[in-house]
Every structure is written in structure tokens, then in C-alpha cells.
């Protein structure tokens, strides 16, 4: 499973669900899988789709909240995960494409492969943690998460070995990224 395997599974199952998408490939294949309003993408700001998932989680406790993360981000930036663990926002889920390397910069390594993310999740306390490493696997248990209280924790395993092939950035400007998706946080869904 790769990142476009990966992203196209979670983005079948999504419908009125807001997600913060990491920088990078993740939020470019997302842009090119499935654009929504519902999206937030990073352009720039490595590491910081967990803490904008959190805030979205807190201020509109009503709404499910995902975090569409990548190793290399959330190692960046593992403050959030006890951050996440002690507030508890049960409509937060927290999916990590862990691919073992900074795709978007080269494939240089990243720790993931003698680090247990998933371990540290369990240490900040999340309510939820699996770890996949197939498409039916990752099909079930995003409906899982998707069904349940969290936070939630959803490792997924995906190969480095991307073929090679281009791919479009995001092209809305970051204003418009803002404002579509502050409209789609103040919709009111059943």
C-alpha cells in the first residue's frame, strides 16, 4: 500500500468529516484523491497538522476531526501527542502514513522504522491505538475510528517505494484554503 492506495481508502469512507492534512505529499495527494472544503492543507508549517487538528477537535467538539499525518510531521512535533492524550477529545482521529522516510524531501530515513509510533500514542494516553499494514485492514478500522469515541490512533504502514511519477501541488492559495475551510467548520452537520 502506498500513499495514494492509502488516501483514496480513507477519502471513500469520509463524508461531512473535517481533516488536517500534514505538508507534503500527503496533502497533495489528498488535493488530487479528494478536494473538499472539509480539507485543511499544509502548505509549509512541518509537524503542525496535529496541533490544528487539536484546536478544530476543542472548538467544534460536535464534529469529527482527523488528522491525516505523516511520520516524518508527527516526529517533528511529538509534544502533541501527550498534548492530545491529556485533553481527551473523543472526536479526534489521528491517522499516520508511516512510510519510514521524508518523502516529500528525498527519502531521506526518518526513526519510525526502530521507533513504535504507536507506542508513543499509547504513552500519551490515547484511547484508541492500531497499527494496519493492509487496504482491508485500513478500510476497517477507519470505519471503526470513524464510529467510535477517541482520540484515536491509526498507524499505517505504507511502502517508500513510491514509483515515480508527478504529482500536482495544492493549487488554492493559503487565503483560500483558510476561508473554505472555516465555512466548512461553521456548517452545521447531522
Do not use: W
Not at 42 to 66: D, E, N, Q
Amino acid at each position: 500500500m502506498n500513499y495514494r492506495e492509502a488516501i483514496t481508502i480513507i477519502a471513500e469512507l469520509l463524508k461531512g468529516q473535517l481533516v488536517v492534512c500534514a505538508n507534503g505529499f500527503i496533502s497533495r495527494e489528498t488535493f488530487t484523491i479528494s478536494d473538499r472544503t472539509e480539507n485543511f492543507y499544509m502548505i509549509g508549517s512541518m509537524g503542525l497538522a496535529s496541533s490544528i487538528g487539536l484546536g478544530v477537535a476543542l472548538s467544534k467538539p460536535s464534529r469529527k476531526v482527523i488528522i491525516l499525518d505523516g511520520d516524518g510531521n508527527l516526529l517533528m512535533n511529538l509534544g502533541s501527542l501527550p498534548m492530545i492524550g491529556s485533553l481527551q477529545p473523543k472526536n479526534l482521529l489521528h491517522i499516520v502514513l508511516d512510510n519510514e522516510v521524508y518523502a516529500s524531501t528525498g527519502n531521506q530515513p526518518t526513526i519510525s522504522n526502530v521507533i513504535e509510533l504507536e507506542d508513543i500514542a499509547k504513552s500519551a494516553k490515547y484511547a484508541y491505538i492500531k497499527k494496519v499494514t493492509t487496504d482491508e485492514e485500513l478500510r476497517r478500522e477507519v470505519v471503526h475510528i470513524l464510529e467510535n469515541d477517541g482520540p484515536s490512533f491509526l498507524l499505517v504502514k505504507i511502502s517508500d517505494k513510491e514509483e515515480q511519477r508527478e504529482i500536482g501541488r495544492v493549487t488554492h492559495s493559503p487565503e483560500e484554503i483558510k476561508e473554505r475551510f472555516m465555512s466548512a467548520i461553521a456548517e452545521i452537520t447531522e
